[in-house]
C-alpha cells in the first residue's frame, strides 16, 4: 500500500509482452519433459537454459534470495515450491511459475499441469482454477477496480466449494516483478484501486481443493494447505484496456504441446 500505481506506455506493453511469451514458450518446453519420473530440479535447469538461450534472464532466481529459475509446487504445495531431487509421481498435479526479465521488462505466468491420470477432483480443480483466471482477466479493464477481478474469482471458486488463499496476491508487473497494485484474488465489487489503461497485472488465482488455509514449510519457502488437499495456480500477465484486457502471456505453447503428447499416447 502507498506505492503508486504505474501505467505503461505501448512501447513499454510490448516489451512486457516479449518477456511473457518467452515465460510462455519456457513453460511449453516444460510441457514437453513433465512427466511421471521427472524431478522439478530437470524442469529448472531446462527452463534456465532455454531462458538464457533465448536472450532472457530466470526472472525469480536471485530475487528475495530465491535460488531457482521455476517454483514448482505438487499436490498440496500452493506455491513458492522449491525444486528438487524428489520424482514427479503418477496422479499428482504440479503448478510450474515462470517469470523472465528481458529488456528491462518482466514477464510472469503459471501453469499447473497433471502428472500422468489425474483424478476427477483433481480435473475440476483445474478447470475451475483456470475459469477463475478467465472471469478475473474479465474484469481487467479500464474504470473497473482492483476488487471486481478478485470477486469474480472468488465467487465462481467459493460457488464449487474450494477456498481462495488469503495470503498471496497477484500484482503489478513491470521494471520489477511486483509493483503497486496488489491484485487479490478475493475481494468486494467496486471496491480497491481503480483500474486504468496501460497498468499490467499478473492475475493468479491460487485455488486449494478444500479450506482456504495454508502454512509456510520450514525450507521457509514452500506454502501449502493446512488441510493437506491439493491446490491448483494459474497466472497470465495482463494489460487493462479499455473494454476489453489485453492477455500478454500465453498458454498456446503449453497447451499445443499437452495435446501433442496425449495423441502420441491415444
Ligand atoms: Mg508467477
Ligand atoms: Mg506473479
Known amino acids: 500500500m502507498g506505492k ?34 521427472v524431478t522439478t530440479r530437470e524442469l529448472d535447469t531446462l527452463a534456465e537454459t532455454f531462458i538464457r538461450d ?5 526472472g525469480f532466481k536471485g530475487l528475495y534470495g530465491c535460488p531457482s529459475t521455476l517454483l514448482i509446487s505438487v499436490d498440496d504445495a500452493v506455491v513458492h515450491g522449491l525444486p528438487g531431487d524428489k520424482p514427479l509421481e503418477e496422479g499428482s498435479i504440479a503448478s510450474v511459475d515462470c517469470g523472465v526479465l ?11 499441469f497433471m502428472i500422468g491420470e489425474v483424478s476427477e477432483q483433481a480435473k475440476r480443480l483445474l478447470r475451475v482454477t483456470q475459469e477463475c483466471l478467465a472471469l478475473g482477466i474479465a474484469q ?9 477481478i478478485g470477486h469474480a474469482i472468488q465467487y465462481h471458486a467459493e460457488g464449487h466449494g474450494y477456498g481462495v488463499v488469503r495470503e498471496l496476491v497477484g500484482h503489478g508487473v513491470g521494471r520489477k516483478l ?4 496488489e491484485v487479490p484474488n478475493y475481494g468486494r465489487r467496486g471496491q480497491g484501486v481503480r483500474l486504468k489503461t496501460g497498468m499490467v497485472l499478473a492475475i493468479e488465482p491460487m485455488i486449494n481443493g478444500g479450506s482456504k488455509e495454508v ?23 495482463v494489460a487493462v484496456r479499455d473494454g ?20 502420441i499416447l491415444n
Open 140 to 148: 481487467a479493464i479500464d474504470g473497473n477496480r482492483v476488487g471486481d
Open 102 to 112: 528481458m529488456n528491462e521488462f518482466y514477464g510472469d505466468s503459471a501453469y499447473t
Open 244 to 263: 476489453k484486457a489485453e492477455v500478454l502471456s500465453t498458454f498456446e505453447h503449453i497447451e499445443n504441446v499437452l495435446r501433442a503428447k496425449k495423441s
Open 54 to 58: 533465448h536472450g532472457g534472464v530466470p
Open 4 to 37: 503508486s500505481v504505474i501505467c505503461l506506455s505501448d512501447e513499454e506493453i510490448a516489451l512486457v509482452r516479449e518477456s511473457s511469451l518467452l515465460v510462455g514458450r519456457t513453460l511449453a518446453e516444460v510441457a514437453g519433459m513433465i512427466g511421471p519420473g
Open 178 to 181: 511486483h509493483e503497486a497494485p
Open 215 to 237: 502454512r509456510q514449510e520450514p525450507d521457509g519457502w514452500t506454502i501449502v494447505t493446512r488441510d493437506g488437499k491439493q491446490s491448483a495456480h494459474f497466472e497470465h500477465t
